[in-house]
Nanobody, 128 residues
């Protein structure tokens, strides 16, 4: 599956942003979709994942109150709503995908190594 993320940009502290990831090439509902983020010099950080049907979501405990993942299989997209942003949220945000049966077999892992399809990333900068 091919992924393309968009929606990043410059936002003031306290603001909101909605990221989107367009998927193509496969039956998207067969894949779990996830968001990660990364800052220079640091490992890629898990943000949130959503199952193929959209019925279950798992999010980083430190971000779940402000970030919400959703998907629209009819449009082959997954979104990440970011709220109450702070400068610490500045990062490149990546969408990722993995076949759901593989992800389940791997134990529902949220480490980046559990996902084999990646988008190119979209930059989010939070600054006044």
């Amino acid at each position: 599956v091919q992924l393309q993320a968009s929606g990043g940009g410059l936002v003031q502290p306290g603001g909101s942003l909605r990221l989107s990831c367009a998927a193509s090439g496969r039956t998207v509902s067969d894949y779990v979709m996830a968001w990660f983020r990364q800052t220079p010099g640091k490992e890629r950080e898990f943000v949130s994942v959503i199952t193929g049907s959209g019925s279950r979501m798992y999010s980083s405990a430190s971000l779940q109150d402000r970030f919400t993942i959703s998907r629209d299989n009819a449009k082959n997209t997954v979104s990440l709503q970011l709220r109450s942003l702070s400068p610490e949220d500045t990062a490149t945000y990546y969408c990722a995908a993995e076949r759901e049966h593989s992800w389940i077999a791997a134990g529902l892992g949220t480490d980046s190594v559990n996902f084999h399809s990646w988008g190119q990333g979209t930059q989010v900068t939070v600054s006044s």
